[in-house]
């Protein structure tokens, strides 16, 4: 991809059909990438304050070149609610909690971590994700009984769903079927995608139509005989342009 160029080819379906078995985090990924605004700070990324960072919802510069599944971004705690957070528990760790111990070489084929005053721990295959936030202490010492603080009600259940992941992750070495990803907008979430790949690589909307909708291409008049094309298109523009202008405003982190 290039500075001004699509995310996808456009015109291949297959182009996009790795994202059909993604976590939504990752469309959060697929519409940053493609934003403008991103892609400058991207670009001048070593001139910015470190704040600059922080306004794009991640904890670390991604390359946007970079796409689903190859790309690992870590998302901030502050826009996604299924990050865990933990602190080591102080003084001695009594043998009976052996067991409980998480040692992050058990999932070391899916880890990535972005290190600052604390750690952020990213598990993922590049389909599904567990994200862990360690404060005040490090995982890199081998194994550490670590306290998961939750606050709340309704903000307990996707980090009651991280926390089951991360369970499953460290006792198999892998994340069960039933605990991976299942988008039932994926599909239409793509199509939105498409159409902003096809805006961004200039094409116009007539063409967008016959390209998605082959029956679209059948009509002699575009204005007169394929209205109903024409509305459903100019609706997916219009989602398209918004999310390419604010790339996180999806319901990714919900």
């Not at 794009?56 to 990050?83: F, K, M, N, Q």
């Not at 070391?108 to 994700?129: K, M, N, Q, T, Y």
């Not at 992750?169 to 159409?195: F, H, N, Y």
């Not at 967008?208 to 997916?236: C, D, G, K, N, T």
């Amino acid at each position: 991809m290039t500075d001004e160029g699509p995310g996808a080819d456009w015109r291949s379906a297959d182009a996009y059909a790795d994202l059909l078995s993604c976590d939504r985090r990752f469309f959060a990924w697929e519409w940053l990438r493609r934003s403008p605004a991103y892609r400058r700070l991207w670009r001048n990324r070593d001139r910015l304050a470190r704040n600059a960072l922080s306004e794009t919802g991640l904890v670390d510069w991604v390359d946007p070149a970079i796409a689903t599944p190859h790309a690992r971004p870590i998302w901030h705690g502050r826009i996604d609610p299924a990050v865990l957070d933990g602190h080591p528990v102080k003084g001695p760790q009594p043998s009976a909690f052996a067991c409980d111990l998480f040692d992050v070489r058990s999932v070391a084929p899916f880890v990535s971590v972005a290190i600052d005053s604390s750690e952020h721990w990213l598990v993922s295959d590049g389909r599904w994700v567990v994200r862990l936030d360690l404060h005040d202490g490090t995982l890199l010492g081998g194994p550490l009984l670590i306290e998961h603080r939750m606050t709340g009600l309704q903000s307990l259940a996707p980090k009651l769903g991280a926390l089951r992941q991360l369970i499953a992750l460290a006792d198999k070495g892998a994340l069960p079927p039933s605990m991976r990803p299942r988008e039932r907008r994926a599909g239409q979430w793509i199509l939105e995608l498409r159409v902003a790949d096809a805006l961004l690589a200039g094409a116009a909307q007539q063409e967008i139509a016959r390209r998605l909708y082959r029956s679209a291409a059948l009509a002699p008049s575009w204005r007169l005989e394929s209205s109903s094309y024409r509305s459903r298109i100019q609706r997916l523009v219009r989602k398209a342009r918004h999310q390419l202008a604010e790339p996180l405003a999806g319901p990714w982190f919900r």
